[in-house]
């Protein structure tokens, strides 16, 4: 059964920076697209980045665009989040989650979903 | 930007009932749309993608349906494990917008 395990969220205080890491495990990592979403407390689900499976493109919302940078290091099964000049409204819990496509197409749904880690921003 | 909305917002229900969760968009989005199950404190699931294809091991009382606008999830025979939130999410070509979520809950 596919693992993702993220890490590093923290309180952090506004314009401070973070980064998230998700450890992958029980399937092919590089051959497999990925992305970030996220969920403020009590608040519906919102797509923040997404990585081709060897990097090659990458995408953001507009909401994080220019402040964040999706990575990931195929030799280690691990997915990054680098999260620079946070705002308040950044606050929510952040999963790292599978596409459901293939090296050949992209799904653009989300498969396989961790467990999430709780980014607060607050002076 | 294509936008989705679902209704009811919330939906209450008894177990064995048929439940029916609706997803409209903005345009049409031919059969691009996933279902997610959200329950408290826990990551979402993946119930449908691409209107109507159930995921791997989801029940087979879930179904999806429509195209183009208009989207239907129903669960035909409500089951205590389903109460949750639910999601709906245009997937195509870096369009990733979710729905507000429809929660079901005990009536």
């Known amino acids: 059964q596919v693992q993702l395990v993220e890490s590093g969220g923290a309180v952090v205080q506004p314009g401070g920076s973070l980064i998230l890491s998700c450890s992958a495990s029980r399937f092919s990592f590089s051959n497999y697209d990925m992305h970030w979403v996220r969920q403020a407390p009590g608040k519906g689900l919102e797509w923040v980045a997404f990585?081709?499976?060897?990097?090659?493109?990458?995408d953001y919302a507009d909401s994080v665009r220019g402040r964040f940078i999706i990575s990931r290091d195929n030799s280690k099964n691990t997915l990054y989040l680098l999260m620079n000049s946070l705002r308040t409204e950044d606050t929510a819990v952040y999963y790292c989650?599978?596409?459901?496509?293939?090296?050949?197409?992209?799904?653009?749904?989300?498969?396989?979903w961790g467990q999430g880690t709780l980014v607060t921003v607050s002076s | 930007d294509i936008q989705m909305t679902q209704s009811p917002s919330t939906l209450s229900a008894s177990v064995g009932d048929r439940v029916t969760i609706t997803c409209r968009a903005s345009q049409s989005i031919s059969s691009w749309l996933a279902w997610y199950q959200q329950k408290p404190g826990k990551a979402p699931k993946l119930l449908i993608y691409?209107?109507?294809i159930l995921e791997s091991g989801v029940p087979s009382r879930f179904s999806g349906s429509g195209s183009g606008t208009e989207f239907t999830l129903t669960i035909s025979s409500l089951q205590p494990d389903d109460f949750a939130t639910y999601y709906c999410?245009?997937?195509?070509?870096?369009?990733?917008?979710f729905g507000q979520g429809t929660k079901v809950e005990v009536k």
């Open positions: 691409k209107a109507s």
């Open positions: 990585i081709r499976y060897d990097g090659s493109n990458k």
């Open positions: 989650v599978k596409d459901g496509g293939s090296i050949a197409a992209t799904g653009y749904y989300f498969d396989y």
């Open positions: 999410q245009h997937h195509n070509s870096f369009s990733y917008t």
